[in-house]
């Protein structure tokens, strides 16, 4: 269990880091804001990739569970960011999306 919570609370702040790194990029090009931004977006994304290392399982392994993450925080950015509550669909697969996480991540290792 403490396992779980280590590779789930990586991939959490794994994927803040991504997508602060293309939402300070989309501001710039969509809402006309500094470009200035594109700097934190370079460090953001140069912190995701970093953090991704942090795994000891394959690439393609880590990459495959990471997206279940990726897509609950995505989520949570769109409520808290963007302010659209999430609808109950998204929370339902949000759910399996975990769940998904967590067969691929905590597989028995042999």
Known sequence: M??????????FVT?????????LPWLVLTQGRSPWLLAPAA???GAFAWLLTLHPSAAGRTYAAYGGVYVVVALL???QVDGIAP????L???AVCLAGM?????QPRG
């Open 92 to 94: 339902v697969g949000g």
């Open 102 to 106: 967590a067969i691929i991540a905590l």
């Open 77 to 79: 950015w769109l409520w």
């Open 15 to 23: 994927a803040v880091m991504e997508i602060v790194g293309c939402y």
């Open 87 to 90: 609808t109950r669909w998204d």
């Open 43 to 45: 460090l953001a994304l």
């Open 2 to 11: 403490l396992e779980l919570l280590r590779v789930t609370g990586l991939f």
